[in-house]
């Protein structure tokens, strides 16, 4: 394993609007548009995968869209991803520890992961598989065994306490 790039996940919304509510309080990351971010760059630069690093003046506007679209979660990803002017599959839908196994299984791809109240980035590209995360860096893999082991001991420790974080894993693969 090897780390890329060093990352934090600058900048915040409070955006999240649900038909009929008020919008609510409680503030977002930009976890969601960091890792969209950091996909579409690894879809044009897999060689070098340390060209990939997102930025908040693409983060941002794609952290808020995604929240004021006035639609369920895979609708408003889908819609993101689509005006974007990449594809977005339907998600996987699968338990936190099992959807490393999943994605590094699939082949070469780049997906954005939901888990919970928190959003990474997983890769397979060049025979190495990639983690995503705006909370800290992107990490490279020559073993997918070793991929899916330090993702799920990372989820583990950083995000199992989270709100939301026991159902709902779904993985959303992203192409040109």
Sequence with gaps: MSKLFDFSNEGF???????????????EGWCFGYSLNWCTRMLKN???????????????????KVEMI??????????????????CAAPLSRDWNVLPGVVSEAGNGFYIIDIGHHWVGFGVANSK?????????????????????????????????????ETGHKGYKITS
């Design 129 to 165: 598989f990639y983690y995503f995360d705006a909370n800290d860096g992107l990490f490279e893999f020559a073993d997918k065994g070793k991929f899916s082991a330090f993702v799920v001991k990372d989820f583990k420790s950083n995000y199992k306490g989270d709100s939301g974080f």
């Design 70 to 87: 006035n639609l369920d979660w895979d609708g408003a990803v889908a819609k993101v991803v689509t005006e974007l002017g990449y594809n």
């Design 13 to 27: 919304t409070n955006m999240r609007y649900k038909k009929g509510q008020a919008i609510k309080s409680e503030a």
């Design 46 to 64: 897999a060689a070098k995968p340390k060209l990939a690093q997102p930025t908040s003046m693409d983060a941002g506007p794609l952290q808020q």
